[in-house]
């Protein structure tokens, strides 16, 4: 139990096109997924926090006109990187919370390379 | 705000001995969740335990066993009789147990772990 998916799982696309990152929770409903960003050898950078039927919560320094992020079902968030840029290059990783104050699960990732 | 510090970056360990992972947290609260996430080259995140601060007794998961101590504020990991596919970067995360946190996980650093035959 407890599976996240994401999709796809890598991409490449060309500066100034935008992308959109799909997670979802396979086997349960999640109210709330979680979205981060990974540079290489570092550790994981929460992004925003998803709640289903809300706008997302941002962390401080993320831009949210930039990282689009939709959560329109209990089973499903979309990353969209608007106008992406190579900086926007990374292992971005989505997790979906199980029940409420429930542990996180993560989805396998999906590496963007922006060229 | 909660702050988790791993200080060992590389860690290596022979095949089949006991190795232990650092990790140190800083919190104000008395009610949190501590866990180990090991992240092997695939990159899929796999929770490998998980402590309730509450309790005392320390959470063990076949060959993982955590030394949790709540007063110093360190959460080891012991990986006993290490193999192979142990190999991988181990995350200390932190949790609060208030549900206004909304379930954020703020994470260490890291600590690359590298298993040698």
């Known amino acids: 139990g407890a599976v996240v998916s994401q999709h796809p799982s890598r991409v490449i696309c060309k500066s100034g096109t935008s992308v959109k990152i799909e997670c979802r929770s396979l086997?349960?409903?999640?109210?709330?997924m979680f979205w981060y960003r990974q540079f290489p050898k570092q550790s994981l950078m929460l992004m925003a926090t998803s709640n289903e039927g809300s706008k997302a919560t941002y962390e401080q320094g993320v831009e949210k006109d930039k990282f689009l992020i939709n959560h329109a079902s209990l089973t499903l968030s979309t990353l969209t990187v608007t106008s992406a840029h190579p900086e926007d290059s990374s292992f971005y990783i989505c997790?979906?919370?199980?029940?409420?104050?429930?542990?996180?699960?993560f989805g396998p990732g999906t590496r963007l390379t922006v060229t | 705000a909660q702050t988790v510090t791993q200080s060992q970056p590389e860690m290596s360990v022979q095949e089949a001995e006991t190795v232990t992972l650092s990790c140190t947290y800083d919190?104000?609260?008395?009610?949190?969740?501590l866990f180990w996430y090991k992240q092997p080259p695939s990159r899929q995140m796999i929770l490998v335990i998980r402590?309730?601060?509450?309790?005392?007794q320390n959470a063990t998961e076949n060959r993982f066993s955590v030394n949790f101590q709540k007063a110093a504020k360190s959460f080891s990991l012991k990986i006993s009789d290490s193999q192979l596919g142990d190999a991988a970067m181990y995350f200390c995360?932190?949790?609060?147990?208030?549900?206004?946190?909304?379930?954020?996980?703020?994470f260490g650093e890291g600590t690359q772990l590298t298993v040698n035959p």
């Open positions: 402590q309730e601060a509450y309790k005392q």
């Open positions: 919190t104000s609260e008395s009610d949190y969740y």
């Open positions: 997790s979906a919370r199980v029940g409420r104050g429930g542990d996180q699960y």
């Open positions: 995360a932190y949790r609060s147990a208030r549900e206004t946190s909304g379930s954020r996980l703020t």
């Open positions: 086997d349960f409903q999640a109210t709330t």
